[in-house]
């Protein structure tokens, strides 16, 4: 993925990353509110050395104290001074508990102590800030050793007495949500680029553009009619799916501009794409333009041209191929705009077989001749290999793809695959698209017909 890629996913999830983000904000805000408030106390005292009578003396002591320092740091936590602290305060508590509320610190190159005290009752915290301070000061009394002249080597003075503090300095609840909105975010994102890149289905025409060059010819919106795609689009020509397949059509008469395809083949990767569906569609919008066009269902495995056009199955391509019946005979028109369909017919033992026979190829030749139009509805690629059969003895390949089922890798192979048999891949039509994802450009706009001239092949016109 690319950068662009990244910024994309995002893009395309803004949603998921707002809603993460004010839920962790939300949460961590909560989680403060939650927290018993706490205070911090904090008294300061001094280690100071008996008086020198010179100025070497001094020095001395000075040094002597800095030595201290750690030490007096630990003496204030030690309960040499906490069990004094208790017993003076009247504590119920040892000096284990109060050592984790306690902290002694020291300012570099000072000697200075500075006791804080940390708890949720402010007034009991500012009494043990203080009742350390003087309670030190005699531990340090009594453990420093004694001059000849002035007394103790070292002395413990308070310099700054605790006062009772007003506002907590726990929970910081803004500081709580920031984070949690951040911890959101950082989770949406990094969710938004996992499905990124562990989507393996397609959705849109940019998940098209990825897997290949070829162009989109167009998104057919879910068909909500609870009726066959053709039997929707011939009772509603002006609703938005007969709009979108007229969209296709349009864009099929620019990608093939010069009108030498007029043997189309329709595939798909797999069964349930709607191949069928979008082939039977196309051929009747073709043959509102006074185009002679021809359908042929040749899945000889599975068709469903002729449950949707309710002809009869039992006599079709099958049929014609093994010479039992004409075409004129097997062909029927389906509604008013005078497409001709011929069905599949009986399934035969070998179907691979019969449409890799000479028999086809001369059949395709005949129906070009009689034709402007002739649309084949082939078996998906991935499943059997009757689509590459039919492949060569066709002029253009239309490949239909459905939104959130194919997957990219079986599009890849598929029209790596087609690719192989040299025949054209004219374009993809992406099936079942959610109409909220499809633009409203293909939703609304009227798609000129072509007057009364040709769709998009270069053909004879009936009568």
Known sequence: MTLHDYFSALRKRWALLLVLTILGAALGYGYGTLQTDTYRAQSSVVIVPAR???????????????????????????????????????????SRDLARIVSVSSPLDTTVLEIAVSGADPGQITRIANAVSNELADAVENLSPQTTSSGPAVRVEQISPASEPRSPIAPNTRLLAVIGALIGLLAAAVIAILRQVLTTRLVSRADIAEVTDIAVLGQIPVNTTGVPLAVAVRDTASGSLAEAVRTVAASLRFANVDGEARVVLVTSPESGDGKSSIALTLAAIAAEQDQRVLLIDADLRRGTVADVTGFEGAVGLTTVLLGDVTL????????????????????PPNPGQLLASGHLRQLLAQVREEFDLVVVDSPPVLAVSDALWLAPAVEGIIVVARSRRTKREALARTLAELEATRTRIMGIVLNDVKRVASSPYYERAEVPHAGRSTWFLRGRRRG
């Open 52 to 94: 020198g009578d010179t100025t070497s003396e001094l020095v001395q002591g000075s040094n002597y104290v800095q030595g201290l320092v750690a030490t007096y740091t630990v003496v204030a936590t030690s309960p040499v001074v906490l069990d004094r602290v208790i017993a003076s305060l009247g504590l119920d508590t040892t």
């Open 328 to 347: 004129d005979d097997a062909a029927e028109a389906w509604g008013e705009s005078g497409l001709r369909v011929l069905t599949s017919g009986a399934t």
